[in-house]
């Protein structure tokens, strides 16, 4: 059974500061997703990553993906309040579709 | 385009009741698959389809039903709705896993549905 896990699950941060969020997964997979949500809203595509050592930057989002460790981030650069959202990952398991983390609730203050 | 749209946006039951949620997209695209989203638990897939005239179940089908007579389509019904379906829940599609495919999973604006 596929397991993704997300850490932090809460993350406060002050404008400007860098940080990282982690995605851990159990069993190989060649796909990760990165999404957004806002409260009440949708889920808005960030990221797909499809191989080992894949790396996109969106503005201040930058997300990597090593399936030797089943490791991605979602490295946020200078922090701003537009960021504030809940972050999720997820890893694609084929028949089993998507299989979420449990998100990381971002506030970022001025 | 109007990507994936989901009908109704709100939705209150009595427990015992049933309903559809509807689910379209004018993309062509094969698969489609209906998450759940309860609070602190991410999504969770509920049943997909890989094209017209196959569907599946996903982790937590209990309640639910689907078709898929045509490829725009992809209804979910609850038979006798329960407190417990009280939840979020999403429709997603995507072009497939075929070698042109994009991956990307589009997901609809979503129906919340409480049942009392």
């Known amino acids: 059974e596929l397991k993704v896990e997300q850490n932090p699950l809460f993350l406060s941060m002050q404008e400007g500061k860098n940080y990282t969020i982690y995605c851990n997964y159990s069993?190989?997979?060649?796909?990760l997703y990165w999404y957004r949500q806002d409260p009440g809203k949708s889920l808005e595509s960030l990221f797909v990553?499809?191989?080992?050592?894949a790396v996109k930057q969106e503005g201040r989002l930058m997300a990597s993906l090593d399936t030797k460790a089943r490791l991605s981030t979602l490295h946020i650069t200078a922090a701003v309040h537009d960021l504030s959202a809940t972050y999720f990952c997820?890893?694609?398991?084929?028949?089993?579709?998507?299989?979420f983390g449990k998100g990381t609730h971002l506030i970022i203050q001025p | 385009n109007a990507g994936v749209t989901q009908t109704p946006k709100f939705q209150v039951l009595k427990t015992g009741q049933s309903m559809t949620l509807q689910c379209a997209q004018d993309m062509n695209h094969e698969y489609m698959s209906w998450y759940r989203q309860d609070p602190g638990m991410g999504l969770r897939l509920i049943h997909y389809?890989?094209?017209?005239?196959?569907?599946d179940q996903g982790e937590v089908p209990n309640g639910y039903n689907v078709s898929r007579s045509t490829t725009e389509d992809f209804p979910l019904r609850l038979l006798s709705a329960a407190p417990s379906q009280t939840s979020v829940y999403f429709c997603?599609?995507?072009?497939?896993?075929?070698?042109?495919?994009?991956?990307?999973?589009?997901f609809g604006p979503g129906t919340r549905l409480t049942v009392t």
């Open positions: 997820a890893v694609w398991g084929g028949a089993d579709g998507l299989t």
């Open positions: 997603a599609s995507s072009d497939g896993t075929g070698f042109r495919s994009s991956y990307e999973q589009y």
């Open positions: 990553l499809l191989s080992n050592g």
């Open positions: 389809s890989v094209g017209a005239g196959i569907t």
């Open positions: 069993t190989t997979s060649d796909r």
